[in-house]
């Protein structure tokens, strides 16, 4: 059985559809807090931030008691 954990791109691409991120800075934010390092290298390009960014907005789900801004 292997522990290994997932490449800083895979795991971004679990956060954008795990819907808990709005923006591809709230995945980089997620990935330092979970020890990833080199996210800036891992996420470059504008075909991949296009990519993460619209997986973020087809599964973002606002934290239960979040109030819409009206």
């Known amino acids: 059985m292997s ?8 795991r971004a691409y679990e956060l ?4 808990r991120c709005r923006t591809v800075s709230d995945i980089k934010q997620a990935l330092s807090s979970e020890g990833y390092d080199r996210i800036q290298d891992a996420l470059y390009g504008p075909s991949l931030t296009a990519d993460l960014r619209k997986l973020c907005q087809q599964h973002y789900m606002p934290p239960t008691g979040a109030h819409p801004a009206d």
Do not use: Y
């Open 16 to 19: 954008a559809r795990e819907g």
């Open 3 to 10: 522990n290994l954990r997932p490449t800083t791109l895979e």
